[in-house]
């Protein structure tokens, strides 16, 4: 749990109290509370809101909740010329059919790149200053369809890689971030201010990122849809990264459909980023993934239940009688549900040393990040040992004395890809083939459903897509998710079902902002 400091408890009485008097801001009789991106995009043609009030409105709440939600890092001082810009474009094409996220905001992880006037740090005060190259490749895409760029989210820095004893939601760039359900309750990363923005209505969109778990374990304890996309299907151009093996860039949105609309938007071909995403451009659906959108999209669908070590429910009776309701709505959709199914070696693949994902990611992050900070037109840190230095040279800045860079040291002493890693790579294959492919295949499976984030690994070490979904909330108030995982290029199939059953459920409500 994170600690809240007594200063606090007085303020966060009154912003309970306020949360139900002050989030709903209307123009013309809109709620814009808990709006999705259709109801936003109904209002600007209907002339009931404009992007810049949008934009005023998201900018007025970060101001109002950020100094307790600690979820966006920094804000764009170009935004409301943005929304501007975005309202004489539909001005001038009336008659002409926009994006759906055209005059949307949407806050990006700080991992991720734009050339303006935003910095991009990981979190980190090492690269405050530095100067990219070019806009990110799926930020490019974003501006082709016309967001407006609101800012930068608060994140687990260098994506939870510098420390063991680093907490969730923490960098020292953006501070403590705090799940906007239960204060005190972890609210996971590294994506997390992606998740806590969007689930306290900061922003209407977010992105995030995911290497392990960085988008399905903050959606999920955010009451939050998070997709992570198939490795390569989005662009990691101009990401700071950890492993282009593993790193992938996806949506998180309050709403499915909100995600698919900012999926349909950032996936393609990229040729700073050609390999990976060329070679998945192959799953790209024609017409884009919100032809998936089905309220019956479970129907016929086959939903495996892998029971151990997912669904052990000890002392979470809350969740055990969420998931007897949702495997019974799931049925009542037309369903169908595979019980009991086994994952050859999961201790193993769920075991960060054992499997070698850890001895692999090690290596690859040094490679990787060494390769992003040299590609900077200008930067403080050119290596990661110049960040581990800077680090030992700025203590109090980066809170060294109280959060280690055990990772980072662990990285930097190694060199390249030797005998262990390769021994990691191939263990890593062997295990996704002999177990999660096998089963999938063997079962004639669509997806396979677990509770909360768990499953990242399983997704991970193959560059598999996932999607969470709320799925309820504990004793304490804390939002869990359910988690539909599947095949390479499986994303109609995943928005299928998870719009079938956030249709069928509808569990989401806004935050409480309880201590």
């Keep these: 749990m994170v600690s809240i400091p007594i200063r606090f408890h007085l303020f966060l009485q009154c912003l309970c109290l306020l949360s139900s008097l002050s989030l709903v801001f209307t123009s013309q009789a809109i709620s814009i509370q808990e709006a999705s991106i259709s109801d936003l995009q109904l209002a600007f043609k209907q002339n009931k809101l404009t992007s810049r009030q949008l934009t005023q409105f998201y900018l007025r709440e970060i101001h109002r909740l950020n100094p307790v939600l600690r979820a966006v890092i920094e804000v764009n001082p170009d935004a409301l010329n943005q929304a501007d810009g975005a309202d004489r474009d539909r001005k001038a094409k009336k008659h002409v059919s926009l994006s759906s996220l055209h005059g949307i905001p949407i806050l990006l992880k700080d991992s991720i790149s734009t050339k303006d006037k935003l910095n991009t740090t990981a979190g980190s005060f090492a690269l405050l200053g530095s100067v990219v190259a070019r806009d990110a490749g799926v930020v490019a895409r974003l501006r082709q369809a016309g967001a407006v760029i609101v800012g930068k989210a608060n994140m687990n820095e260098w994506s ?3 420390s063991l004893t680093q907490p969730n ?35 209407a969109v977010s992105l995030g990122t995911e290497t392990d778990g ?47 609309y900012v999926l349909d938007a950032i996936v393609g071909y990229d040729h700073n980023d050609a390999k990976a995403t060329r070679e998945a451009s192959k799953y790209l659906p024609q017409g884009g993934y919100k032809q998936f959108l089905k309220v019956h999209g479970l129907h016929g669908k086959r939903l495996g239940i892998v029971r151990h070590p997912f669904f052990n429910f000890t002392d979470k009776p809350n969740q055990a009688l969420a998931f007897t309701k949702h495997f019974a709505a799931l049925r009542q959709a037309g369903a169908v549900l595979v019980d009991n199914l086994k994952i050859d070696n999961i201790d193993v693949i769920l075991n960060f040393n054992l499997s070698g994902e850890g001895t692999a990611l090690l290596a690859e992050f040094k490679i990787a990040l060494n390769a992003y900070l040299e590609e900077l037109v200008s930067s403080p840190v050119r290596s990661l040992a110049d960040v581990i230095a800077f680090n030992q040279k700025n203590s109090k800045l980066e809170m060294t004395d109280q959060i280690d860079q055990s990772i980072l040291l662990a990285s930097e002493i190694t060199n390249g890809i030797g005998n262990a890693e390769k021994a990691a ?88 902002f309880r201590p």
């Design 160 to 162: 939870s890689f510098r």
């Design 169 to 203: 939601g923490w960098s020292a760039r953006g501070g403590q971030g705090r799940n906007p359900y239960v204060l005190s309750a972890d609210p996971c990363g590294s994506s997390g201010g992606s998740a806590i923005s969007v689930a306290a209505n900061m922003v």
């Design 214 to 260: 960085s988008i399905l374990c903050p959606a999920s304890v955010n009451s939050a849809v998070g997709i992570k996309p198939t490795v390569g299907l989005t662009s990691r151009a101009g990401v700071i990264p950890i492993t282009p093996r593993q790193d992938t860039v996806g949506p998180i949105c309050r709403t499915v459909s909100d995600a698919v």
């Design 425 to 512: 790579l191939t263990n890593l294959g062997k295990l996704t083939r002999d177990g999660y492919e096998k089963l999938m295949m063997q079962y004639n499976l669509d997806a396979v459903m677990t509770p909360g984030f768990d499953f990242a690994p399983v997704l991970a070490i193959g560059g598999f897509p996932g999607i969470s979904v709320p799925a309820g909330y504990d004793t304490e108030g804390v939002p869990f998710g359910i988690c539909f995982g599947g095949l390479k290029g499986s994303e109609p199939k995943l928005i299928e079902i998870a719009y079938g059953f956030e249709q069928a459920t509808k569990i989401r409500k806004p935050p409480s």
